[in-house]
């Protein structure tokens, strides 16, 4: 029998690069979505269809469940009030939780964040350490079969990461960035992906959360520095990068969020970047999915020159034995 997975954010960065694994495996993928049309790019993958539904409603998780081995949550908002957060990170986790139960679709891979914690800084943080909370209490009563996959920030092409810093500074004769020396640990979407379908396949992933985390250490101002440079700002030197003193950057951020939609960098976010993005080493990570992580360099440069970071990735592996 054909597998079939039910992937909740699947029309999203994450969304697309997990979808097209899937279909690639073998697998049949149902993905929900409020506007049909926001799914238009998964139509030409076979194998994957889109369906009308709002997942924050307990009647459609219901509806969605039944007929599919297996569900995967990668619904998260990056900016918002404490109520959106708690609506995302913690009331759709528990509303899972409930329908996966009352459908008996056991197996659940869920995709948090890396630094998720209850005493965390920001509100993103904590909400996202309540969804992990709810989904364990549910896993420890005979509920769920629950695997939790905690990812650094996420690169590739198609991100709102590194293309954004690229774009930022076409127009802007210098950077002036908020938390330039918080340190992050990139993890490329094809090993997030990677890593989600090896948990899907592998029945000893159960019961257990996963760091997924790149094979480097970066400052933010490093990031936006290389984001320049690759996408041959300035014939490759990128913009110069002033970092702000933390009361200077809170007002940067908060003058950010008036702007109409997302903002740039919100107050929340640089709450969030007071806690360094890494692995903690604590926990198992791609390696122990059999993933070597990708380098970031090779595959940005790249995708920042409209190239395939496939074919990059591709051929890096073959050079090096993998």
């Known amino acids: 029998m054909t597998p079939r997975v039910l992937v909740l954010g699947g029309t999203g960065f994450v969304g697309t690069a997990l979808c097209e694994r899937l279909q690639r495996a073998g697998v049949q993928v149902t993905v929900p979505t409020r506007r049909r049309r926001a799914a ?21 998780l219901a509806r969605l469940l039944p007929g599919h081995d ?8 990056l900016h918002g009030s404490e109520t959106a957060f708690e609506r995302v990170h913690a009331a759709l986790p528990r509303a899972l939780a409930a329908a996966c139960a009352q459908t008996g679709v ?11 914690s209850a005493q965390g800084p920001s509100r993103y943080q904590r909400s996202k350490a309540r969804g992990e909370a709810l989904l364990w209490e549910a896993a420890r009563a005979g509920q769920i079969d629950l695997t939790v996959l905690r990812p650094s920030v996420i690169f590739g092409a198609g991100d709102r ?38 948990c899907l396949q592998d029945d000893a992933t159960i019961g257990q959360t996963y760091e997924l985390a790149g094979p480097g250490v970066w400052t933010l101002r490093q ?9 041959g700002v300035r014939g490759g030197r990128g913009r ?13 951020a908060a003058a950010l969020e008036l702007l109409p939609g997302p903002p740039l960098m919100s107050r929340d976010n640089l709450d969030s970047l ?17 993933i070597q992580p990708a380098p970031l360099p090779p595959i940005a440069m790249r995708f920042l020159g409209e190239a395939s970071e496939q074919a990059l990735l591709d051929g890096y592996r073959r050079t090096a034995g993998r």
């Open 40 to 60: 238009q790019h998964l139509l030409p993958m076979p194998g994957v269809l889109p369906v009308e539904a709002d997942v924050h409603e307990a009647a459609a």
């Open 106 to 116: 056991r197996r659940l891979v869920h995709v948090s964040a890396l630094g998720a």
């Open 223 to 231: 990031l936006v520095q290389a984001a320049g440079r690759w996408s």
């Open 70 to 77: 297996a569900v995967v949550n990668l619904v998260a908002i």
């Open 161 to 198: 990461f590194l293309n954004l810093f690229a774009r930022l500074q076409k127009p802007l004769p210098v950077m002036a960035l908020a938390g330039a020396e918080a340190r992050l640990q990139p993890v490329w979407v094809g090993d997030v992906a990677q890593a989600i379908l090896r």
């Open 274 to 290: 007071r806690v360094d993005n890494v692995a903690s080493g604590a926990l198992p990570g791609l390696q122990a999915l059999g």
């Open 240 to 252: 110069p990068v002033i970092g702000l003193p933390p009361a200077l950057g809170r007002l940067q």
